[in-house]
């Protein structure tokens, strides 16, 4: 028997194919056909012969016209044709009737990964169409499909739903973002069994003509339209609402934080708020806001709060603040605000000026917050501090309101250039004060626009619960520095909230800025911090310890006392340094007993690292000389408009498991994988950029992951601008220190159009662009290693399932294992764990790999089951992105409700742990059932 009578699945993207050959009809056993990403424009007249193709993917090639070729696979469930020039579908298509899935719109998303895909915010907001499939009307003959399931009209210009899609009877998932509807009205008794609706990128202002009639609907993406409310009965309306995605829409009847969350679900949150106002004894407002103080040393912010908020004040030297000092103060009066509301709370945050705290005060802007930058008017170097708070404050408070206060105008007066107030929107206002006898009449200018200001804030403007306050009264009022979490339940429950409840609260305040509770860290979920200037000032403690200083930011668990040795801290030692950890502020080294404070670490790299000349592509690393790098360097940059201070030190504290060694310090480090292949990435704040430097024999592993912890970097930050650049490879930059580089982003789309090469901005040489690309990695945009961890081969529709379970469990996993072998066999799954690896390999490297290409998490919930902080962090972090979903198995008996998963649906779904069933055998089978809808979808 040869190959081709074998061969069942065959994968040739991206390989510029115009035609395909004749024999391919002899693969008589295929019944998986991948050809997106050519350049084919007609099928050849064999193809029918491929009697068992179940699933074929035409996308993004050159496809005018629909070919009827496809028309004649009857055993046809999978249909991609998306990105191609097509204008019309034939009502041939009536043939496929086993036809489960049609893709004909525009969509560059990947198919295979969520019942409605991730997209990335660049990609779906540029999504092209206007050059590709323009289907504005359906054949009738699609209705009479009778097992289709999912139909994606992304991308088409629809301004109305073609009427044949209300008659689809068998229709669970439609896409239709990105097209132009105002509106949309699903009538009564069509579309029953629709379990997934994408109306994202549309011009929809209303929600309930388009939801009313769908009260089965599982999942509604309708991000970036221009939804204004939201109805206060949407909860009873669709009540199986598991997923719902908002972002990007003017809501102003919800407050903002909990849905303006890019490629968040944020079903529970929303329905916790509308439920709690319908089950409210009254709605009230929240008169509280953050208003944070910032700019450089000795500008006088100390001076001008104190001003502000004690008017019998006189001007007099202060000590400079160390880290941040938090104190509160209460408008008793504001005529902008509704007649009768109560005071408007300032908690007024004022931050250090020292260079060494603005990296960790990143951490601490907050949106709903008001901003005063302080500068001094006398001084011209000063406006080389707008750039840097300006851009800190509008990436990460989303665009919160600023005040830009020019001090000391009695010294001197001094105007700042029109162009900042063009450029950053969020300035309210640039006043001009001074705290000397005789300006007292410009702060009270100041206090007057904060006053104007504070009416304009989001939480201002909507109702919450009156329980919900309560409970911030409570907490308020509660003299302690911190409580405990079973004690907060118990408040929460005096009030008449459920533990769901009061953790929708916990969460709301501590985004607000008002208590510190991190519910998903098992070492912090024990604690509420309701005096978050006690957490704060714990975290500087550190910064400021002369004996850290001068060891360079290194301290150990011996040092705990030295730091923390007050009473007021003595008792959380373990939860401040969890903290710091959370907040990126510390690393823990491989003995897990001695730990790095990032800000305090040296500016210079150690002696043992050497770049080879003048060259930074090349470096030499003393430790590893007798380590043969038998793969050419790679080398990336990632440049920056406006780099936020501590990328680098951010970036040490994700990728600490790949350290080599103790070779890091502030601007860089050094990182292994495997025998012999290594990274530096270094960060240039001058020139706003990171470069990475990339050699070894499996250099494609570790650039990725390189690449993942810097996504996260950037996704901390909000809408951060950067490009990734590449450098030439053409025989004149190989042989110059001085390099010609290419945009990645140009490159793709150079790709995308067919285009093989791109000329050299140096040489005029013509250089290969895959050979560019292929310089950092195998791939520089996917997954370099498509693998189960396990050495086994992922096909590209698979889903990575990763299993987590302790030693005890082995057999138990193994059963389930057997079970899903079903799903391995069809190709729709892999397999890989936490406990088996590859000798010669790091456990902990390998676990984070794994959970970073896996789309599903399934820990198996048992007293073995002991997760690390970095399994932990990463499984929280990709499941909030809505990259993994996490589904706990409850396999032997122990305190689930206890545990950080016991927010999630586990399996069973009648919350019985598998090894006590009466029945084991039918237990383990209906989870694997379970698991395999789930993969499905």
Known sequence: MTIADRLERLNLDNNRLEALPDWIGQLSQLRYLSLPNNQLWQLPDTLDQLVNLEHIDLSNNRFSQFPLMVCRLSQLKELYICRNYIRQLPSDIVQLQQLEVLFIGNSTYDKEQRVVVEYSSDTRSNLSTTTHNALTDLPLELAQLPQLRYLDLTGLQLTQLPPVVLGIRTLQYLFLSRNLFTELAIPPDTLL????????????????????????????????????????????????????????NPIGNVPRELFDRDLQNVAAEVYSYLRSLREADAEVFLYEAKMVVVGKGSVGKTTLIKKMTRPDYHLQAEASTQGIDVQHAWTQYNSYLPQGAAPFKWNIWDFGGQDKYEATHQFFITPRSLYLFITEARKESNLLDFDFWLNTIRILSNDAPVIVVLSKIDERDKDIPAFYKQRFQNIVEVVKTSCADGYEHTIAYLVALIKQTAARLPQAQYTLSNKWLDVRRHLQQDKRDYISYREYLEICDNYGLDQQR???????????????????????????????????????????????????????????????????????????LALMQKFELCVALDDQKTYIATELLSLDPPDTLR?????????????????????????????????PAGMLMRFIVKSRLFMEGNV????????RYGTDTQALVVEDYQRRKISITVKGSEKGTLLYMIRQFMDEIHLSFGKLEREEWLPCICQQCRSH??????????????????????????????????????????????????TDGQGSAIAKTAKLLMLLYGTADAARAERLIKLLRPLQEKGKIAICDNQQVEAGKNRMQEIQIRLQNAHFALPLISPD???????????????????????????????????????????????????????????YAHIAQAIAQLVDK
């Open 737 to 786: 220190t001085q390099k010609a580089f290419y945009k990645l982003n140009d490159l793709l789309r150079f790709q995308e159009k067919g285009k093989i090469t791109k000329e050299c901005p140096e040489s005029a040489d013509d250089v290969n662009i895959d050979l560019i690309m292929n310089s950092i990695a195998n791939n520089a945009t996917a997954k370099p290693n498509a």
């Open 193 to 248: 069994g629709l379990k997934a609706l994408d109306l994202g990128y549309n011009q929809i202002s209303q929600l309930l003509p388009a939801i009313e009639n769908i009260p089965q609907l599982e999942a509604l993406y309708i991000d970036n339209n221009r939804i204004e409310q939201l109805p206060p009965d949407m909860v009873y309306l669709m009540p199986n609402l598991g997923e719902l995605w908002l972002y990007g």
């Open 664 to 671: 890091f310090w502030r601007y860089g480090t050094l990182l």
């Open 865 to 923: 089951l002991d997760l690390s902080d970095t399994e932990e962090d990463t499984l929280w972090r990709r499941q909030e992105r809505g990259e993994l979903r996490v589904i706990p198995i409850l396999l032997r008996t122990c305190l689930f409700d206890d545990t950080a998963f016991a927010k999630l649906t586990p399996l069973p779904d009648t919350r019985q742990f598998v090894e006590s069933a009466p029945d084991k055998d039918t237990a």
């Open 502 to 576: 009061a953790d929708f609260v916990s969460q709301y305040l501590h985004d607000l800025g008002v208590i510190i509770h991190h519910q998903k860290d098992r070492r912090l979920k024990h604690t509420v911090i309701i005096k978050p200037d006690w957490g704060v000032d714990g975290v500087y403690a550190v910064l400021d310890n002369p004996k850290i200083i001068a060891q360079r930011g290194v301290f150990t668990d011996d040092n705990l006392d030295d730091i923390w040795g007050d009473l007021r801290y003595a008792e959380k030692q373990n939860e401040l």
């Open 611 to 643: 770049w080879q000349g003048d060259s930074p592509f090349e470096f030499e690393y003393t430790a590893i000389d007798a380590v043969a790098i038998n793969s050419a360097a790679g080398y990336v940059e990632y440049r920056y408009p406006f780099m």
